[in-house]
């Protein structure tokens, strides 16, 4: 849907006196760094095309209306800028709500009410950061509707304490992050602690990035995350009996190495050797991708994959066979598993010109061992949220 049917939408909806302003904040993708956040470590997030578009004018009175185009049976939601509190009933609309309400405990003068429309693009379900891209699109509509002064990292911050405080999700920082900040043809290496960050070049050439959704629901996710969790948490326990580290990312591969049998567990120790390698990964990665070497780049994303089958073990049939596919076709430097794991989508570097070929041979074997298709998204790198001019 084109930004000038969304305004068209927007006039017969809310009948708006003054010019509708549009804004876009991307989804992402995290290219290498999975399961390191919480250790201490790196991830490496890059805002990908797709994402979330919202329309917007103010109002003469505290009213505030949202619609989305994604949720049309749910019509248009009202609530009151004088109450702003999470109701299960409000739905989707939590989202922004929850981003408002933080501007404005943060000393935002939002003292008018508001009509937004939101037309997201980001697949349902893919694990693709659709609700930090719902929070940061209206965190910069509000700051440039109502001219308020606050730096973006601000912003991104306000975007997970709608998560962890508004939604009552316990997630970390790296969605907001990668959407808030995010910049055409560059992927960033973050560190989710100091929230220390630095841009890498993706430069593709003839390759692009195909996001591969196994279209499995992922039931499993929450629970096995917390215990992965746990088991890294308990072999840095052993490992600090001996080493004055406070996080596995801290350690360098020799160093784990060197003190790995220290983990009493077996099952801890194959946890903490991911944490530990896949951390380096995502260092190597930023030098590979400076130096032009996507070659290099491809083989870590297999490795990456690898240490997420055996080690981590969060990968599944769906996304293991996706996977084995990709890496058997014609012109692919590389692929894995991307997000938390247990379903949810992978990623390809393919050669572009090889992309037909490749999108049908992968859903030929996916559909046939798992029983029904995958879907293929082709995303480029772009920036982060931001006003659209007309």
């Not at 095309?49 to 248009?76: C, M, P, V």
């Not at 596919?325 to 692929?335: F, K, N, R």
């Not at 894995?336 to 992968?362: E, H, P, W, Y």
Request: proline fraction near 2%.
């Amino acid at each position: 849907m084109n930004q000038e049917n969304l305004i068209k939408k927007f006039n017969q909806l809310f009948h708006p006196t003054e010019p509708v302003r549009t804004f876009f904040a991307p989804g992402r993708i995290n290219l290498i760094g999975e399961h390191t956040d919480y250790n201490g470590g790196y991830v490496f997030p890059a805002a990908i095309s797709f994402g979330t578009y919202a329309l917007a004018t103010k109002r003469n009175d505290r009213t505030i209306q949202f619609y989305s185009i994604n949720f049309e049976e749910k019509g248009i939601i009202t609530v009151e800028l004088d109450d702003l509190s999470y109701r299960q009933d409000d739905d989707w609309a939590n989202y922004p709500k929850g981003m408002i309400d933080q501007l404005i405990k943060n000393g935002a003068k939002i003292e008018q009410g508001f009509n937004i429309l939101y037309y997201g693009n980001i697949p349902n379900g893919a694990g693709l950061s659709s609700s930090a891209s719902i929070e940061l699109v209206t965190g910069v509509l509000l700051e440039k509707v109502f001219q308020i002064e606050i730096d973006r990292i601000e912003l991104v911050k306000l975007g997970q304490r709608v998560e962890n405080d508004y939604i009552g999700v316990n997630s970390g920082i790296m969605d907001q992050f990668a959407v808030g900040m995010g910049k055409r043809d560059h992927a960033m290496l973050l560190d989710c602690n100091t929230l220390d960050f630095q841009y890498a070049p993706v430069e593709l050439n003839e390759y692009t990035i195909m996001i591969i959704n196994t279209n499995k629901r992922r039931e499993l996710a929450d629970s096995k995350y917390n215990e992965r969790r746990s088991e890294c948490e308990s072999a840095l326990k052993d490992l600090q009996t001996e080493l004055a580290i406070n996080s596995l990312g801290e350690l360098s591969t020799d160093q784990f190495d060197n003190f790995s049998k220290i983990i009493e567990n077996e099952t801890e120790r194959k946890r903490a050797k991911h944490a530990v390698y896949e951390n380096q990964r995502t260092k190597d990665a930023l030098v590979k991708l400076e130096a032009g070497d996507l070659q290099g780049f491809g083989q870590l994303l297999n490795e990456s994959h690898l240490s997420l089958q055996h080690d981590y073990e969060v990968t599944g049939i769906e996304l293991d066979t996706l996977v084995q596919a990709a890496w058997d076709q014609d012109g692919v430097l590389g692929a894995r598993m991307t997000g938390a794991g247990f379903g949810g989508c992978a990623i390809a570097l393919v050669d572009q010109s090889k992309v037909d070929n490749f999108k049908t041979n992968v859903a030929k074997i996916y559909q046939k061992k798992i029983g029904y298709q995958p879907t293929f998204y082709q995303a480029t790198i772009g920036d982060g949220a931001k006003e659209l001019k007309a």
